[in-house]
C-alpha cells in the first residue's frame, strides 16, 4: 500500500455545524495513526512521511493516510435494527421525493450518514441492493443512515439542474428537522454517494450556502442549514466542462443534466460543479476512484481533492489501481482485491467518517 500522511500535531475534530475546521485559519490535515484513529491537526506545515508500498497498490493521498486494517464489517440482522421506509422529505413539484432510514434500535445521538445513488442524474433508486446494504453496515457501526431519492433527469426537463441538488439540501434540512425522532445527532451529518451521488455530495460540501440552488419545493424552511459535516465521494464529476471532454458518457450525461452540452453554457455548468464553490470553510473530504474508470476520470476526484487542500480543507485521496466505475460503497477493496482481510478502502472511509463525526 502506498500512504503519504501528514506529520503534524494533532487536535480533535470538531464535529460542529458551523465551524468544521477549526483552525484559526490555518491550515488543517487529518491524520490517523495506524490502529485508525483520526484527528484534526492545525498548522502550516505540509509535510509527508515518505511512502511506504506493498502489494496491494492502493495509494491513499492528501491530508491523511489508510487504515489498511479492520473487522470485516458486515450487515446485522434485521431485527437489531429500526428500519422506516418510504418517507416523504420533500413534496417536490407534484413529484415527492422520498428516504428510506436505517437506525440502530434504541438510537440516541447517534451521527447521521446520507446515502445517495448514482445513475448520471437520469436514473437510479434508493432502494439498491448495494445502497441498502452499506446503510445497514453503517448502522452496525453505529450510524444512523438514510437513502434518499431523487428528481431524475429521465423524467423530463422539469428535472435539470438544480433540481437534483436542490432536493438533496432538502434531505439535509429535512433530517437534521427531524433527528430526535430517529435518535440522531443533527449536529453531525454526514454525505456518502456514488457517481452522480457523488456528485450531488460534493455539491452539498462546498455550495451549502448557495441559496439560488433552492427552488421552493422543499417543505423545510430554508433557514434550516443544509450543510454536511463530511463528504464521501465515489467517483463524481467535479468539473463538468472537463469531465464532458474526458469521456463521451460524462458528456451524455452532464448534457441530460443541464439541458444543455456543458461547452455550450460555460456559466451554467460552472453553476453546478463543486469545485466552483470551494472555500477554507468546506468540510473534511474523501475522495474514492479507480484508475481504470473510463466513464468519470479519476483526474476529477483529483481536481477538487487538490483545490480542497489548496484552500486548507482537509481532503483525502483513495486511489484503486484495478478498479473501473460502479463499485460498491464501503466494498470495492474486497471486490477488487478479492481479500477480506486487507480492506483499505472500507476502513479507511468508515475510519474517516468517525473522525468526521466524532465517533470514538
Not at 430517529?182 to 454526514?190: E, H, V, W
Not at 460502479?326 to 486487507?342: I, N, Y
Request: negative net charge.
Amino acid at each position: 500500500m502506498l500512504v503519504r500522511t501528514s506529520i503534524e500535531t494533532s487536535r480533535t475534530l470538531s464535529a460542529s455545524a458551523s465551524s468544521p475546521n477549526d483552525c484559526g485559519g490555518r491550515a488543517a490535515h487529518l491524520v490517523v495513526a495506524l490502529a485508525g484513529a483520526f484527528t484534526l491537526a492545525c498548522g502550516g506545515s505540509d509535510s509527508v512521511a515518505p511512502a511506504v508500498a506493498d502489494s496491494t497498490q492502493v495509494q491513499v493521498t492528501g491530508s491523511f493516510a489508510s487504515v489498511r486494517a479492520c473487522a470485516p464489517p458486515s450487515a446485522p440482522a434485521d431485527a437489531t435494527l429500526s428500519i422506516t421506509t418510504g418517507v416523504v422529505y420533500s413534496p417536490g413539484k407534484g413529484d415527492a421525493q422520498r428516504m428510506d432510514i436505517v437506525a440502530p434500535k434504541g438510537a440516541s445521538q447517534r451521527p447521521m450518514v446520507l446515502l445517495l445513488h448514482g445513475g448520471g442524474w437520469r436514473h437510479g433508486l434508493r432502494t439498491d441492493d448495494s445502497l441498502r446494504f452499506t446503510a445497514r453496515v453503517l448502522a452496525g457501526q453505529g450510524f444512523v443512515a438514510a437513502m434518499a431519492d431523487y428528481r431524475l433527469t429521465e423524467v423530463g426537463p422539469m428535472n435539470e439542474f438544480p433540481a437534483s441538488v436542490a432536493d438533496v439540501r432538502c434531505a439535509v434540512r429535512w433530517l437534521r428537522s427531524n433527528a430526535a425522532r430517529y435518535g440522531a445527532d443533527p449536529s453531525r451529518i454526514a454525505v456518502a454517494g456514488l457517481s452522480a451521488g457523488g456528485h450531488l455530495a460534493a455539491m452539498l460540501g462546498t455550495a451549502r450556502d448557495e441559496s439560488r440552488l433552492d427552488d421552493g419545493s422543499c417543505g423545510v424552511s430554508t433557514a434550516v442549514s443544509p450543510g454536511v459535516q463530511a463528504v464521501l465521494s465515489y467517483y463524481a464529476p467535479s468539473e463538468l466542462v472537463s469531465c464532458s471532454a474526458e469521456t463521451t458518457t460524462c458528456l451524455e450525461a452532464s448534457t441530460s443534466l443541464l439541458g444543455v452540452a456543458p461547452s455550450a453554457s460555460a456559466s451554467l455548468a460552472s453553476r453546478a460543479s463543486p469545485i466552483t464553490y470551494v472555500d477554507p470553510s468546506d468540510p473534511p473530504f474523501l475522495f474514492v476512484h479507480g484508475l481504470q474508470d473510463d466513464v468519470v476520470a479519476p483526474e476529477q476526484s483529483r481536481l477538487l481533492h487538490d483545490a480542497l487542500l489548496a484552500a486548507g480543507v482537509p481532503a483525502g485521496f483513495v486511489e484503486l489501481p484495478n478498479a473501473g466505475h460502479g463499485f460498491p460503497m464501503l466494498g470495492a477493496s474486497r471486490s477488487v482485491l478479492g481479500d477480506s482481510t486487507q480492506l483499505p478502502e472500507t476502513c479507511t472511509a468508515l475510519g474517516f467518517l468517525r473522525a468526521a463525526l466524532g465517533v470514538s
